[in-house]
């Protein structure tokens, strides 16, 4: 009886740490550009591929495309052994002459020791940015 008793208060408080531990998704930061669609679209990929990024799928209908690059560590005393980063950039019109798109990164970090691995969306805004800035620099 005691150790029923016992297991569920564990398993009650291992659920209250992992509610505690659990992050809210945050909304994804909107930029705008003034050109079609069709042009952002042109602009993502091209600035994504002249940046080292390898675009896996493209959906112009939609206004999709994702795009992905694999990073090995180069630190001799890393835990991080590589990192592989998958943007998806969502396009929509905004009126005839402009659009607004989203940025999203999803980062799987793979370590020596499984448990130290990481995976999911990033927090890292500014890779993001850094993403946006580009296509909208792109001539």
């Known amino acids: 009886m005691k150790l029923k008793n016992a297991t569920r208060i564990l398993a009650a408080a291992l ?3 992992a509610a505690l ?3 809210p998704a945050r909304a994804a930061e909107e930029y705008r550009a003034e050109v079609s669609k069709d042009s952002l679209m042109q602009k ?3 600035w994504l591929v002249s ?6 799928s493209i959906d112009s ?4 495309v ?5 990073e090995n560590s ?7 052994t590589a990192t592989r980063t998958e943007v998806s950039v969502i396009i929509r019109p905004a009126g005839d002459a402009a659009s607004t798109f989203v940025v999203q990164a999803y980062v799987t970090t793979q370590a ?4 130290l691995a990481k995976e999911g969306l990033t927090d890292d805004n500014e890779l993001c940015r850094k993403i946006a800035d580009g296509i909208k620099a792109q001539k």
């Open 15 to 17: 659920f209250a740490v």
């Open 21 to 23: 531990m659990a992050v």
């Open 44 to 46: 993502a990929v091209t």
């Open 51 to 56: 940046d080292g990024w390898f675009v896996e």
């Open 61 to 64: 209908s939609f206004g999709f």
């Open 66 to 70: 994702k795009a992905k690059k694999f």
């Open 74 to 80: 180069d630190k001799l005393l890393s835990v991080t």
């Open 112 to 115: 020596l020791k499984q448990i």
